[in-house]
């Protein structure tokens, strides 16, 4: 087992990585810019190390300052969290070179499941429904205009290299393609270095779905049930809930249980999430792979009582995985908003600013994950995430009356911070999610109503 991990992130996954760290007796160093120097999670660890400046490419994504602070540190295992370097084959392989662990994958592995054009190739291999596409990168608009063809329209262009969202691009009609290639291959050469495009049906008004899996070096490779995050604002979740609404359980079970063949297929370590998009006819078909924890990873930790992080730092120090297959039961219904320092009057513009009053709620079953306090400067270098509010009930009634009551309570006020609390009870009021019969589309139909209102 480790005896000391270095943290390469910060906010609130900095902190809870931390936690369980503490929970397990391991020493934990955070890397962290000089704007976080006084935040909870420096001054939770045992050790801290400044990488660099505010600006992420000059610390968060300094890859040379990190592992160098790792080597000073005495760390043997690096723990990435989520965004930055967490998906970063080349930032594992220089991990890997140095004799540190990198919590996750492989580099040649995330390398592959990385690129979408070929994690999409693979999840086809290994006998996962795929979207009707290329059946890799398009050499250009007139081989994308050929595949489109076969497909039929709308499309959805994709880049290879694009993830959170990013990188991606509608067609509904033949004429507008290449124009929007070029956009978009220009968009993905400025945001991820690589202009590689793929595209593939686009599929309107679809659930959003996701199997957490963990796999270890023993061949173990477990699926911990469906999670919806389709409550999302221009392909960013806002609310995730599990077990997913309206989805029979032969669906869910066939789901994992394709997820979790697919992660043994490629020999998947570690912790990771398969995701799909789920039709009206209750037909799923694999869009990506995440190969790190997720935002949303406490809504799967409070239905199956299992610490993902915990899981984590066990499989990469070579433990086997805590449970097998026939282990995992999913109890109640556990659902997570995202409590952003965003303006949605504004266009859910940034809100930075520094926090003058600061209470977060509690009461049953309730779990909030943060880095905010009285004092904190909120920096706008950054995500704007400032808490993740997470319940837990028997039933999803219960959970969504929880959670209202929580969002209620959130107390965060200073000059310039806003937050998205107020929008996000509009949510849980919406009949559609009420029902659970919410698609990736009703926030946008919402905030369109809301402006044609305004006019």
């Known amino acids: 087992m480790f005896s000391k991990i270095l943290i390469a992130n910060r906010g609130e996954i900095a902190l809870r990585i931390a936690r369980t760290c503490r929970e397990l007796g391991i020493r934990t160093v955070i890397a962290h810019s000089a704007a976080d120097k006084d935040s909870l999670p420096v001054a939770y660890a045992d050790e801290s190390l400044q990488v660099g400046p505010a600006a992420p490419r000059r610390s968060y994504l300094n890859s040379a300052a990190i592992v160098e602070a790792a080597l000073q540190a005495g ?94 691009a509608i067609v509904r009609r033949r ?103 789920l039709d009206s006819d209750h037909q799923f078909y694999f869009i990506e792979v995440n190969c790190r924890i997720q935002v949303e990873h406490p809504v799967t930790e409070m239905v199956t009582g299992l610490d993902l992080v915990r899981e984590q730092i066990l499989i990469a120090a070579g433990r086997p995985a805590s449970l097998t297959q026939p282990d995992v039961q999913i109890r109640g219904v556990s659902m997570e908003c995202r409590v952003n320092a965003e303006d949605p009057a504004r266009d859910f513009a940034p809100a930075p600013g520094t926090i003058a009053e600061f209470a977060v709620p509690g009461g049953p079953f309730t779990r909030i994950e943060t880095h905010g306090r009285v004092g904190l400067v909120v920096p706008p270098y950054y995500d704007s995430l400032l808490a993740k509010a997470v319940v837990w009930a028997p039933d999803r009634d219960q959970a969504i009356a929880r959670m209202e009551r929580v969002l209620g309570e959130f107390l965060v006020r200073g000059p310039g911070i806003t937050t998205t609390t107020g929008f996000l009870r509009q949510v849980l009021a919406n009949p559609l999610f009420l029902a659970g019969a919410h698609t990736t589309a009703m926030v946008d139909q919402m905030l369109d109503k809301q402006a044609t209102v305004g006019q």
Not at 135 to 158: C, F, H, N, S
Not at 199 to 218: A, M, P
Not at 253 to 273: F, H, L, Q, S
């Open 175 to 277: 004429q507008d393609l290449p124009s929007v290639y070029a956009r978009t291959q220009a968009d993905a050469q400025a945001i991820f270095g690589d202009p590689r495009l793929y595209l593939e049906r686009y599929l309107e008004r679809t659930r959003h779905l996701e199997v957490q899996v963990i796999g270890d070096s023993f061949g173990n490779t477990v699926h911990l049930g469906v999670r919806d995050c389709s409550v999302q604002r221009r392909r960013q979740k806002l609310i995730e809930e599990s077990p997913a609404p309206g989805i029979p359980a032969p669906l869910a079970e066939r789901m994992g249980k394709a997820a979790a063949d697919a992660a043994r297929y490629v020999g998947y370590t570690g912790a990771g999430t398969y995701e799909f998009l």
């Open 75 to 168: 760390a043997q295992a690096i723990h990435p969290g989520y965004g930055f370097l967490s998906e970063d084959p080349d930032f594992a392989e220089i991990c890997e070179a140095n004799g540190i662990a990198f919590i996750g994958p492989c580099a040649s592995l995330m390398a592959r499941l990385g690129d979408k054009a070929e994690a999409r190739k693979m999840a086809a291999e290994a006998g996962l429904p795929v979207l009707p596409g290329s059946p890799a990168a398009t050499r250009g608009a007139d081989e994308a205009l050929q595949a489109a063809d076969e497909v039929g329209y709308p499309v959805m262009i994709k880049a290879a290299a694009g993830g959170g969202g990013r990188g991606m």
